[in-house]
């Protein structure tokens, strides 16, 4: 195995939570900072617990929202679309009506 293709392997890795506990392991890095461990987990803890990194909970229910304004509004332009197809429909008679009607006309 070639030693200058892999990098540094530090058996002592330290893994610090933001509840506090640390703990060793093994890593690339010297040094890893997690949000969640074994002790704060709500798995493991049995307590329910909102992470919210930079607010993505606010920005998930910001495009739900925005999401349920568009549906309101694409389902009135389909109604709308729906509408003009029929008063369409009923103005302009369809090739089987014409063709019925040409062979009335020449009989």
């Known amino acids: 195995m070639k030693t200058s ?29 997690v949000e969640i461990c074994a002790k704060c987990h709500p798995f493991y803890t049995g307590t329910q617990k909102f992470v919210d990194t930079q607010g993505q909970v606010e920005k998930f229910e910001k495009i739900r929202q925005v999401a349920s304004v568009k549906k309101v509004e694409r389902a009135k332009i389909m ?25 009335k006309s020449s009989s």
Do not use: W
């Open 79 to 103: 109604e709308v679309r729906a509408s003009k197809v029929q008063t369409a429909a009923a103005i302009k008679p369809s090739l089987k009506d014409l063709l019925m009607q040409a062979r």
């Open 5 to 33: 293709g892999h990098p540094t392997y530090y058996n002592d890795a330290a893994v610090h939570c933001v509840c506090g506990n640390t703990f060793t392991t093994g890593s690339t890095l010297p040094s890893i900072k």
